[in-house]
């Protein structure tokens, strides 16, 4: 639905995006993550035609939006970090002014139905007679997110949608997005670890203008582990554990990590690709100890983060992840 080939942009002597290469399958949900000022909301602008590139290719809905920009536009929904209302308007009268402007040719009882129908899907159907200089950063958000979809597009690009919103308006929006995808393919532009994870189904990380990973989350925390990593708690009754978790087929390392009131926790290392939970679980259970916790301890995205967007570590860390 969207494929981006080698798009490069500057500015003067500064390159703010540099040869990015990537793409988003239909109905998919993509992060694009990355530190501030790492090219994120230039890309974003540059797909939504609101700025040229300065080399390099970008595809819409099969439109490409250099040479066939009104088409890829018609294509696209886009929600900018602060949304463009006017505040003088209420929520209606701002969404029919959007829809005059976005759904030419359709009939004025079609428009209105395309409004209402937007205005029940990001829930804003309470607000609609609030002038937009009354509402509140969650709800102006909101009605930012109405108007990108008014013209039912098939690619929605978000910038930072959740930016300075409270807790509660963020899981709301979280949400809000998990409903569009699948009638919509969304970019979704961050810096906020929790977001990618919790919302996205692949993440696109760049920093400086380039990317550094392109992967699933869960898939980036166990490429970025040289080896398997299990946590496990054990009330060994006082006894030491340790032997015989080291003699499970597979273990290449066993580390305590906390005791207390006799409950062991152990990080667990294990050959890549195999899988030990079983083993573990039966050592346990066969020496008649408490097994009170056996999961897999993986990099947080955090971690991944930090490693892939450290300049002296960025390249390394990359390479590393491929090749295993």
Not at 46 to 60: D, N, Q, R
Not at 201 to 228: F, Q, Y
């Amino acid at each position: 639905m969207i494929e981006v080939q080698h798009l490069t942009k500057r500015y003067g002597r500064v390159t703010a995006v540099d040869d990015l290469t990537f793409r988003v399958e239909r109905g998919e949900i993509l992060g694009f993550l990355g530190p501030n000022g790492a090219g994120k909301t230039t890309t974003m602008r540059i797909l939504t035609g609101y700025m040229p590139a300065t080399g390099g290719k970008a595809m819409v809905a099969g439109f490409d939006v250099f040479d066939q920009p009104i088409e890829a536009k018609r294509r696209t929904g886009y929600l900018p970090e602060t949304p463009p209302l006017y505040p003088e308007m209420t929520v209606r009268e701002y969404l029919q002014f959007v829809a005059r402007i976005k759904t030419k040719g359709l009939s004025a009882s079609e428009r209105k139905q395309r409004v209402e129908t937007s205005m029940k899907r990001t829930r804003i159907d309470d607000m609609a007679n609030r002038h937009c200089g009354k509402l509140s950063k969650g709800y102006r958000q909101r009605v930012g997110l109405a108007q990108a979809i008014l013209h039912n597009p098939e690619v929605l690009i978000l910038d930072e949608p959740t930016a300075g919103l409270d807790p509660k308006q963020i899981i709301e929006t979280r949400q809000l997005i998990k409903e569009l995808a699948g009638t919509h393919t969304i970019v979704l532009s961050t810096h906020i670890l929790p977001e990618v994870s919790q919302t996205c189904d692949r993440v696109v990380i760049i920093n400086k203008g380039r990317v550094v990973a392109i992967d699933t989350p869960a898939n980036l925390t166990a490429r970025m582990r040289g080896s398997e990593t299990m946590y496990v708690e054990v009330d060994a009754g006082g006894e030491d554990a340790t032997p015989a978790l080291r003699g499970v087929p597979g273990v290449v390392g066993v580390n305590v990590t906390s005791a207390h009131n006799g409950v062991v926790a152990y990080e667990i290392s294990s050959e890549r690709g195999r899988d030990i939970r079983r083993d573990l679980a039966r050592i346990v259970v066969s020496n008649n100890w408490g097994l009170l916790e056996l999961r897999p301890s993986r990099m947080s995205l955090e971690e991944i983060f930090l490693s892939l967007t450290t300049e002296e570590k960025a390249e390394e860390k990359l390479e590393e992840a491929s090749n295993g």
